[in-house]
């Protein structure tokens, strides 16, 4: 079901960990930012926007994680964007001849046979220098950082004011570091004065996973992820509902500690004998 957050911009939330698939409008069709997680649900979506006479003639995935690379033929045969590092780092993936069997260690277990693999990751990269999203429709600005995974990039569709923000800026989750990456808290810490600055264009904030926010929620999100990035970096404990004692996704905390456990090993190897 597709639910308007601001003036020909829809979005639609599946049942896994409230994961948002977003359709921007534009001339000749839509435009599908990270499609969906089920087989059924995407046909379900494709055949929505058909119902709409809204054909999808781009898509975009904000980063090259398998819930945000998923695609289903009845959407078509359309330029599928991301960036270039996130091209890249799924080319890599797909390089490898076992790649379906590590997709599916990571899938999770009660949705892993509704899962389609067989498009999954097929994106072009966005020319380089790219600012905008190459397509006939409202200007979306790609803003590209390196918090959460390599080449994320969050989407500010300008004149309708939504900000699309792939897994950053959830009220549901903490935020989850790219912990392969070289400095995870100083490339997430930078990503969050990226959105800062674009605050005072948005008026509705669209997280990867969680529920859809205005102006003051996108606010709070960001001192709330920033506040919990410095409790990070100083191996404390945050004082965020997420992850206290009563959080409502219990396996959150665990992902905490292992983000804690996984920084202080880094910060060891780091330190010269
Ligand atoms: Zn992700």
């Not at 078509?76 to 996130?86: L, S």
Request: proline share 7%.
């Amino acid at each position: 079901m597709l639910k308007q957050v601001a003036e020909g911009v829809l979005v639609h939330e599946s049942e896994f960990i409230q994961r948002n698939s977003v359709v921007v409008q534009g001339r000749a069709g839509v435009l599908l930012i990270d499609p969906g997680i089920t087989t059924a649900e995407m046909a379900a979506l494709a055949n929505d926007l058909r119902e709409l006479g809204q054909p999808v003639v781009a898509g975009f995935s904000t980063h090259p994680h398998w819930d945000h690379v998923l695609w289903h033929a009845a959407f078509g045969d359309v330029p599928r964007y991301g960036t270039a590092r996130c091209a890249d780092s799924l080319q890599d993936l797909l390089s490898h001849t076992d790649w379906k069997s590590r997709v599916a260690g990571v899938l999770p277990p009660e949705f892993a046979g509704e899962i389609p693999m067989d498009l999954l990751g097929l994106i072009t990269a966005v020319p380089a220098a790219a600012a905008q999203i190459p397509w006939d429709g409202p200007k979306v600005r790609i803003i590209e950082h390196q918090a959460h995974a390599p080449g994320h990039a969050a989407l500010l569709v300008e004149e309708r004011g939504v900000l699309v923000a792939g897994d950053m800026l959830s009220d549901i989750l903490i935020p989850f570091l790219d912990l392969e990456a070289a400095n995870p808290t100083e490339d997430y810490l930078a990503a969050l004065l990226l959105f800062e600055s674009v605050a005072d264009d948005v008026a509705a904030v669209v997280p990867g996973h969680g529920s859809v926010g205005g102006a003051e929620q996108l606010r709070a999100r960001i001192k709330q992820d920033h506040a919990y990035v410095r409790a990070l970096q100083d191996g404390g404990e945050p004082d965020d509902p997420r992850v206290g004692p009563s959080a409502p996704l219990e396996w959150l905390p665990d992902v905490h500690r292992w983000q804690l456990q996984r920084l202080a090993q880094k910060a060891r190897n780091e330190t010269p004998e």
